[in-house]
């Protein structure tokens, strides 16, 4: 059974740093694109990063390029996202997701085909 668990969120106030983790089981993702989501409450969820299979390509939405980080280890099944200079408007339950077709770069929830179950952010003005 495939399962993407996510660590690392908490309550933190604006300015703080938190890091991210999401270890993979069940099979290895090291060939696959993997990515960060986030859901703010009343929002549709949305496409905070993504990193293909080497590490050889990253992407960003808009309002977390320069302070977010993606990263993986592949020894270790496992992706991680470093946010730095959290706002308020980055509270949100954010979720880890991968991809077992493609191995480049993907921005769409659609393909991705497995998510963990989030893990909540809440960061206080």
């Known amino acids: 059974q495939v399962q993407l668990v996510e660590s690392g969120g908490g309550l933190v106030q604006a300015g703080d740093s938190l890091r991210l983790s999401c270890a993979a089981s069940?099979?290895?993702?090291?060939?696959?694109?993997m990515g960060w989501f986030r859901q703010a409450p009343g929002k549709e969820r949305e496409f905070v990063a993504g990193i293909s299979w080497n590490s050889g390509s990253t992407y960003y939405t808009d309002s977390v390029k320069g302070r977010f980080t993606i990263s993986r280890d592949n020894a270790k099944n496992t992706v991680y996202l470093q946010m730095n200079s959290l706002k308020p408007e980055d509270t949100a339950v954010y979720y880890c997701?991968?991809?077992?077709?493609?191995?480049?770069?993907?921005?769409?929830?659609?393909?991705?085909?497995?998510w963990g179950q989030g893990t909540q952010v809440a960061v206080s003005s």
């Open positions: 997701a991968a991809s077992s077709r493609w191995s480049t770069l993907r921005i769409q929830g659609t393909e991705y085909n497995y």
């Open positions: 069940g099979r290895t993702f090291s060939n696959n694109a």
